[in-house]
């Protein structure tokens, strides 16, 4: 075949169509888990604290006086972990933790000045690239979505508490 006739190779070009489907999903998986590495190494460089910190500091932010339990409900994590994420800050003199007025068993918890600089300094989207694009998608692609990946996770042996562990957690 003379040259000039021959079709140049595109990278990458057909690519799903001669690899095995369950490989092509697992390039597919490795992509969306290398983007949100790659965002929360990079919120980490800029901003000095792990992803997940950054969400509950920002949720703090956005909610002035928010307890551990609205922020652990804002997150979608158990309160434990909201507890544990709200420790580290309060260490790290990012937030304030203040007891209640009424009921001194409750805190509300403050943004200091120090953790509005990190905000500032922080790349978005700060709850972390997948739940933002989670978000952005339509209700019956996330039901479809919903529906493969609940056939997926009963093929594999989890720990179903782990769904409560916010990804961005050191």
């Known amino acids: 075949m003379p040259a000039a006739s021959r079709a140049v190779p595109r990278k990458n070009a057909g690519l799903a169509a001669r690899v095995d489907p369950a490989v092509g999903v697992l390039r597919r998986f490795r992509l969306v888990f290398n983007a949100v590495k790659s965002?929360?190494?990079e919120v980490e460089k800029k901003a000095?604290?792990?992803?997940?910190?950054?969400w509950?500091?920002?949720v703090v932010r956005d909610r002035p006086g928010i307890g551990v339990g609205d922020l652990a409900r804002a997150m979608d994590v158990h309160q434990s972990t909201a507890s544990n994420l709200v420790k580290s800050l309060v260490e790290r003199k990012l937030v304030e933790a203040r007891k209640g007025a009424t009921d001194r068993r409750s805190v509300q918890l403050h943004v200091l000045s120090a953790g509005a600089r990190v905000l500032r300094r922080a790349p978005g989207p700060f709850t972390g690239v997948l739940?933002?694009?989670?978000?952005a998608l339509d209700a019956r692609t996330l039901a479809r979505l919903d529906r493969d990946l609940a056939t997926l996770i009963a093929a594999i042996d989890v720990d179903k508490r782990d769904a409560g562990i916010p990804l961005g957690q050191p």
């Open 48 to 54: 000095g604290v792990a992803g997940a910190q950054l």
């Open 56 to 58: 509950a500091l920002s």
């Open 39 to 41: 965002h929360f190494r």
């Open 131 to 135: 739940p933002q694009a989670l978000a």
